[in-house]
């Protein structure tokens, strides 16, 4: 499984041509290889103030969100994994 991370919307912008290259290459990647892709760029509740730059997520708050969003989203495919608070 591939994963797209959020990415910082104060910083970047795509195009509607670049929102449609973006969603062509996916399906491409998708059909050639049966890899299954979450695109995560525009998770819900991540916001800009969580990452410490242009592209990394903030330590204690960006990072802690899509971390507490990634063990809700898979910890029944891996089994028991403790609660993140």
Do not use: C
Not at 19 to 43: C, F, H, M, P, Y
Not at 46 to 59: E, G, K, Q
């Amino acid at each position: 499984e591939v994963i797209l991370l959020p990415r910082n919307t104060d910083w970047i912008h795509y195009s509607p041509e670049a929102s449609k290259r973006l969603a062509g290459v996916l399906d491409r990647i998708r059909s050639e290889t049966g890899v299954t892709i979450q695109n995560l760029q525009s998770l819900e509740g991540m916001t800009p103030a969580m990452f410490s730059d242009t592209t990394h997520l903030a330590r204690y708050s960006g990072d802690v969100a899509f971390t507490a969003h990634l063990v809700d989203e898979y910890s029944a495919l891996l089994g028991a994994v403790p609660e993140v608070e």
